[in-house]
C-alpha cells in the first residue's frame, strides 16, 4: 500500500529562519500530493497541493515542488513567522482515492 | 459555501458502549471519508463513502459502520467501544472536479 516518510521531528527554528521539511512517499502510479496543517486542538487544513510532476504548490509563503524522480514533496518557507507553529502532514492521494498520512512534523517557531 | 462541521465536538463514553458522530459535507461535494487520529500520530484511513455507497475501507475491525445519506453528510457508528478507540475523529468531504479533501474539525472522543 501507499506510505509517507516524513522529516523526523520535533523541528524549532527561530523567527524568520528558513524551513525545510522532508517528504518521501511510495504510491502506485502518480498520486497527488498534499502538505496539510493541523493547529493545536483542530482538524487538519490544506496548505498546498500539486497534481502532477514537476508541479509546485503554493500558499501563504509555502512551496512544495513534486519530484516523479525521487518520489519527493518537500515543503519550504523562505521565512517562517511564530504562526507557523504547528503540525505539518504530507499526504499522497492514491488510487484507492484515500489519503495516506505520516507521522507528521512538529514545527515550533520562537520570536 | 459552508465548510464540513462535525458534532459533537467532544464527547466521553464507557467502554463497552456505542456511539455516533456525525458530519455535514461541504456543498458540492458527494464523497465523505473518516479518519482516526491517535493523540501524536497521523490520520488513519476508517472509510469512504460515495453517493450513499462504502467505497473503500481501511485496516478497521466491522464495528466501525458508517452511513451516508441523500444529502451527502454521513454518520461514523462505533460499537463495543475499547479504551483505544479514544482519538481524534476527522471527517473530510471532497468531490466534483477537486482532488482535494476538506476536513472538519473533528470529534474528540474519550473511553474510559
Known amino acids: 500500500g501507499d506510505s509517507v516518510t516524513q522529516m523526523e521531528g520535533p523541528v524549532t527554528l527561530s523567527e524568520e529562519a528558513f524551513l525545510t521539511i522532508n517528504c518521501t512517499y511510495t504510491?502506485?502510479?502518480?498520486?497527488?500530493l498534499f502538505w496539510y496543517v493541523q493547529y493545536p486542538g483542530e482538524g487538519l487544513q490544506l496548505l498546498l497541493k500539486?497534481?502532477?510532476?514537476?508541479d509546485k504548490g503554493s500558499n501563504k509563503g509555502f512551496e512544495a515542488t513534486y519530484r516523479k524522480e525521487t518520489t519527493s514533496f518537500h515543503l519550504e518557507k523562505g521565512s517562517v513567522q511564530v504562526s507557523d507553529s504547528a503540525v505539518y502532514f504530507c499526504?499522497?492521494?492514491?488510487?484507492?482515492?484515500?489519503?495516506?498520512f505520516g507521522s507528521g512534523t512538529q514545527l515550533t517557531v520562537l520570536p | 459555501e459552508t465548510g464540513v462541521t462535525q458534532s459533537p465536538t467532544h464527547l466521553i463514553k464507557t467502554r463497552g458502549q456505542q456511539v455516533t458522530l456525525r458530519c455535514s459535507s461541504q456543498?458540492?461535494?458527494?464523497?465523505v471519508s473518516w479518519y482516526q487520529q491517535a493523540l501524536g500520530q497521523g490520520p488513519q484511513f476508517i472509510f469512504q463513502?460515495?453517493?450513499?455507497?462504502?467505497?473503500g475501507r481501511g485496516n478497521f475491525p466491522p464495528r466501525f459502520s458508517g452511513l451516508q445519506f441523500p444529502n451527502y453528510s454521513s454518520e461514523l457508528n462505533v460499537n463495543a467501544l475499547e479504551l483505544d478507540d479514544s482519538a481524534l475523529y476527522l471527517c473530510?468531504?471532497?468531490?466534483?472536479?477537486?482532488?482535494?479533501?476538506?476536513f472538519g474539525q473533528g470529534t474528540r472522543l474519550t473511553v474510559v
Open positions: 473530510a468531504s471532497s468531490g466534483g472536479t477537486a482532488t482535494e479533501a476538506f
Open positions: 504510491a502506485t502510479g502518480y498520486p497527488s
Open positions: 500539486a497534481t502532477k510532476a514537476d
Open positions: 499526504a499522497p492521494l492514491g488510487s484507492a482515492r484515500q489519503l495516506t
Open positions: 456543498s458540492g461535494h458527494n464523497t
Open positions: 463513502y460515495y453517493r450513499e455507497e462504502e467505497n
